[in-house]
């Protein structure tokens, strides 16, 4: 399979990767997907209470090429931008940047999903009143 | 940011990219070709021409071709049958068996770790009314006999098992199951592709009844391969598939494929040549990239059993790490992956799952195969550049990170997407 630019760009040069203090009130996690898909996600977001800006993001994401993108991508586009704004990012977003191909759309909507449930964590940390984030997978 | 890719080079006298995946197909040897080159322009006639020079040579070239084959697996020539490839030959031999002994019984006896060409076949064969019997096999890639044992009753017919996996490169007790398959009375038939020319084969020793094999897997052209039917002790009688002509004795009709039968027949001849050699030196480079591997590398899982094992074979799980970013990664170099994103079905390999691995091991796995043209600097860079890619991608890994900090990742709930 071809890999577009940006795929093998954010594969060889990953950006944010990382681990944030999980048990921090300011850092929210999501975990998504599964070992048996073969595609897992973990996006730690810092926000500031005051602004609810998202000031760090770091991932990890064990799985194919156009997923460690995906993810890494999503890192890049949520820092900086408040949670309201974070949560307005659509996986299509993410497929038009990276030119996914359709078989690889599953690691776009991942990608969505795990900034909805990192928001969604820091918002439960914090009570923040929710509004259908994505539930974070039963990490701890 | 630390780069994936590219930061171990390859060292001098390594010329990238390197093929490493010899199992899918093997590179033509040299002499092979040239023993190949008169028959496509000189020498072009059709071995079925009775009446002129032309097609006395071809035959001649034919016939000296189905010697070669037959020297090599223990057979005589007049049990040799030319094909397209094993996928034709494993066709003929199911297909051609079933139809035949319809009268005897309806029953046949394969295993899920089977090549799709045996398991497809089987499946058509179970839409008209056969019985398929899957047998399973242990967590090391080997069939029980006991299972065997157990599966033949008196509607028996045949019982088709792989000699050689060609993912895990384990191989099976042929000689076993072909004894019993003699003393129950029911065909054997053994898809030898990845053994013969690699691992001494012989159909007689081995009670093997039909033997499928093929020219790409040993250094021979495509498009060629060869179905060995046993004409004493039992004569087997097979229902031919292809009509037009009545070509190899009846069973295979169409003009021979000349060339590609006497590039079959070199190949043949150099593997029984140098068989011993060249056998001892894979199983050293393949111990030597095994053990380097293991040696700089936690949570490494070798897939199949390592005694009973093609020598060009190593199928490995880097476990936490997702073959596709894994082949992603070291990009310059052939290798398969038993990852879903790899293949076009999205499903893990069903070779590694019948092992009873996880889906996650399975997505994790490389199968390497040397062959005839790997050198050990290849391995040595091979292995390197891995090493290097895994610990990258482990850096990458939350599975890793979550494993290191001592959590049992199966205790987690992963929400399923």
């Known amino acids: ?11 060889n040069n990953p950006r944010n990767v990382g681990t944030l203090d999980k048990s921090s009130e300011d850092v929210g996690t999501g975990l998504v997907g599964a070992p048996e898909c073969g595609d897992v996600m ?13 000031e760090d993001a770091k991932f990890k994401t064990f799985g194919c090429g156009s997923a460690i993108a995906s993810s890494s991508l999503a890192t890049e586009w949520v820092k900086g931008k408040t949670i309201d704004e974070a949560l307005a990012i659509s996986n299509t977003d993410i497929v038009k940047e990276l030119a996914l191909p359709p078989v690889k759309i599953h690691c776009s909507v991942l990608a969505e999903d795990v900034i909805r449930a990192a928001i969604g964590d820091w918002k439960k940390k914090n009570g923040v009143e929710t509004e259908a984030a994505a539930p974070a997978a039963a990490a701890h | 940011m630390s780069t994936v890719a590219a930061t171990v080079a390859a060292p001098k006298g390594v010329k990238l990219p390197i093929y490493m995946d010899n199992h ?6 040299p002499r092979v070709l040239e023993a190949m080159m008169p028959y496509f322009t000189t020498v072009f006639g059709n071995a079925a021409s009775r009446n002129h020079s032309f097609g006395w040579e071809a035959e001649q070239a034919v016939e000296n ?14 049990e040799i049958i030319f094909t397209s490839g094993a996928t034709e030959s494993n066709n003929l031999a199911i297909k051609g068996i079933a139809e035949m002994y319809r009268e005897r019984g309806n029953h046949i006896i394969t295993q899920v770790t089977e090549h799709k060409a045996t398991l497809d076949t089987c499946k058509k064969l179970e839409k008209q009314g056969y019985r398929v019997t899957y ?11 006991e299972d065997l044992k157990r599966a033949i009753d008196d509607k028996t017919i045949l019982v088709s098992i792989m000699y050689a996996n060609n993912e895990i490169g384990v191989i099976q007790p042929i000689e076993e199951i072909g004894k019993l398959c003699h003393e129950k009375g029911v065909l054997f038939h053994s898809d030898g592709v990845q053994a013969v020319g690699k691992i001494p084969v012989n159909v007689i020793k081995d009670n093997i009844d039909v033997l499928s094999l093929s020219g790409h897997k040993i250094y021979g052209p495509k498009g060629v391969g060869a179905l060995y039917v046993r004409r004493r002790n039992p004569r087997v009688q097979i229902s031919e598939q292809i009509n037009g002509g009545g070509h190899e004795r009846g069973m295979r009709s169409g003009t021979l494929n000349v060339p590609g039968i006497v590039g079959l027949g070199k190949a043949c001849e150099i593997a029984g040549q140098e ?36 020598p060009g074979n190593l199928n490995m799980s880097f476990v936490y790490v997702e073959g596709e970013s894994l082949l992603m990664g070291i990009n310059e170099i052939a290798v398969s992956s038993g990852s879903a994103c790899t293949s076009a079905t999205l499903e893990p390999s069903y070779v590694l799952k019948a092992l009873g691995l ?22 040595d860079y091979v292995a390197d550049k891995l090493i290097d890619v895994v610990q990258k991608l482990r850096e990458l890994s939350p599975l890793y990170e979550m494993v290191k900090e001592g959590i049992d990742l199966s205790k987690i709930e992963w929400a399923a997407h």
Do not use: C, W
């Open chain 2, 24 to 29: 899918a197909t093997t590179p033509l040897d």
């Open chain 2, 65 to 78: 071709a189905r010697e070669q084959v037959a020297k090599l697996i223990g057979a005589s020539a007049k």
């Open chain 2, 358 to 379: 996880g889906d996650d091991v399975a997505h994790s796995s490389i199968r390497f195969g040397l062959g005839r043209f790997n050198t050990i600097e290849e391995v």
């Open chain 2, 275 to 310: 068989m011993e050699e060249e056998s001892k030196r894979l199983t050293s480079l393949r111990d030597h990239l095994k053990q380097k591997l293991e040696s700089a590398l936690d949570y490494v899982h070798v897939n199949g059993n390592m005694e009973h094992h093609l």
């Open chain 1, 1 to 11: 399979m071809a890999y577009s630019d940006k795929v093998v760009d954010h594969y």
């Open chain 1, 42 to 54: 973990r996006l730690q977001i810092k926000v500031n209470p005051e602004t609810q800006v998202i």
């Open chain 2, 135 to 145: 047998l399973p096999v242990k967590a090391d890639g080997l069939i029980d006999i």
